[in-house]
Protein backbone atom coordinates (compact mmCIF):
# COMPACT_ATOMS: atom_id res chain seq x y z
CA UNK A 1 0.00 0.00 0.00
CA UNK A 2 1.59 3.13 -0.53
CA UNK A 3 1.52 6.15 1.54
CA UNK A 4 -1.41 7.59 0.68
CA UNK A 5 -3.37 4.82 1.56
CA UNK A 6 -5.23 1.99 -0.18
CA UNK A 7 -6.33 3.04 -3.95
CA UNK A 8 -9.51 1.53 -3.41
CA UNK A 9 -10.69 3.93 -0.49
CA UNK A 10 -9.16 7.06 -2.02
CA UNK A 11 -10.63 6.47 -4.96
CA UNK A 12 -13.93 5.74 -3.58
CA UNK A 13 -13.70 9.01 -1.36
CA UNK A 14 -13.97 10.95 -4.71
CA UNK A 15 -17.44 9.87 -4.85
CA UNK A 16 -20.81 10.03 -2.79
CA UNK A 17 -19.04 8.07 0.22
CA UNK A 18 -19.43 10.60 2.85
CA UNK A 19 -23.71 10.44 2.04
CA UNK A 20 -23.76 7.30 1.97
CA UNK A 21 -21.83 6.61 4.81
CA UNK A 22 -24.31 9.44 6.85
CA UNK A 23 -27.49 7.52 5.23
CA UNK A 24 -26.34 3.95 7.03
CA UNK A 25 -25.52 5.73 10.14
CA UNK A 26 -28.50 7.97 10.98
CA UNK A 27 -31.23 5.23 9.53
CA UNK A 28 -29.61 2.30 10.54
CA UNK A 29 -27.03 3.23 13.23
CA UNK A 30 -27.74 5.75 15.89
CA UNK A 31 -30.28 5.62 17.96
CA UNK A 32 -31.20 6.94 21.22
CA UNK A 33 -33.00 3.72 22.99
CA UNK A 34 -31.95 0.31 23.17
CA UNK A 35 -35.33 -0.22 21.81
CA UNK A 36 -34.71 1.89 18.70
CA UNK A 37 -32.16 0.06 17.90
CA UNK A 38 -33.55 -3.20 18.05
CA UNK A 39 -36.06 -1.89 16.11
CA UNK A 40 -33.94 -0.14 13.56
CA UNK A 41 -32.02 -3.44 13.47
CA UNK A 42 -34.93 -5.76 12.53
CA UNK A 43 -35.75 -3.31 9.24
CA UNK A 44 -31.81 -4.14 8.25
CA UNK A 45 -32.15 -7.34 5.72
CA UNK A 46 -30.74 -9.22 2.98
CA UNK A 47 -31.64 -7.14 -0.27
CA UNK A 48 -31.10 -10.64 -2.02
CA UNK A 49 -32.65 -13.30 0.15
CA UNK A 50 -34.42 -11.42 3.21
CA UNK A 51 -32.57 -12.86 5.87
CA UNK A 52 -31.29 -11.42 9.01
CA UNK A 53 -28.04 -12.31 9.82
CA UNK A 54 -25.19 -11.32 11.75
CA UNK A 55 -23.11 -10.51 9.15
CA UNK A 56 -25.05 -8.45 6.78
CA UNK A 57 -23.21 -5.96 5.03
CA UNK A 58 -23.73 -2.48 3.56
CA UNK A 59 -22.15 -1.27 0.43
CA UNK A 60 -20.84 1.63 0.62
CA UNK A 61 -21.38 2.48 -2.69
CA UNK A 62 -25.24 2.45 -3.19
CA UNK A 63 -26.00 1.34 0.57
CA UNK A 64 -27.40 -2.52 -0.92
CA UNK A 65 -27.56 -4.42 2.27
CA UNK A 66 -26.27 -8.13 1.30
CA UNK A 67 -25.49 -11.36 3.58
CA UNK A 68 -22.03 -12.45 3.91
CA UNK A 69 -22.73 -16.29 4.89
CA UNK A 70 -24.49 -16.47 1.39
CA UNK A 71 -22.07 -14.64 -0.59
CA UNK A 72 -24.57 -12.04 -1.27
CA UNK A 73 -22.29 -9.12 -0.70
CA UNK A 74 -19.53 -10.96 -2.99
CA UNK A 75 -22.09 -11.42 -5.87
CA UNK A 76 -23.38 -7.57 -5.41
CA UNK A 77 -19.64 -6.53 -5.24
CA UNK A 78 -18.54 -8.62 -8.48
CA UNK A 79 -21.53 -7.55 -10.79
CA UNK A 80 -21.88 -3.62 -9.87
CA UNK A 81 -18.20 -3.59 -9.06
CA UNK A 82 -18.95 -1.91 -5.44
CA UNK A 83 -15.56 -3.10 -3.79
CA UNK A 84 -16.24 -1.47 -0.61
CA UNK A 85 -18.64 -2.57 1.83
CA UNK A 86 -19.16 -2.39 5.83
CA UNK A 87 -20.81 -4.24 8.80
CA UNK A 88 -22.73 -1.18 10.86
CA UNK A 89 -22.58 -1.69 14.79
CA UNK A 90 -26.48 -2.21 14.61
CA UNK A 91 -26.38 -5.38 12.95
CA UNK A 92 -24.57 -7.30 15.92
CA UNK A 93 -27.51 -7.03 18.35
CA UNK A 94 -29.68 -9.39 16.94
CA UNK A 95 -28.93 -12.97 17.50
Not at 7 to 34: E, M
Not at 44 to 54: K, P, Q, S, V, Y
Not at 59 to 74: E, G, M, R, T, W
Request: hydrophobic share 35%; charged share 20%; proline share 5%.
Amino acid sequence: MSPAGCPHVNSFKVDNWKQNLRLIYQCFVWSGSAETRKRKAKSCICHMCGAHLNRLHSCLYCVFFACFSKKHIHEHAKSKRHNLALVPPLMRILP
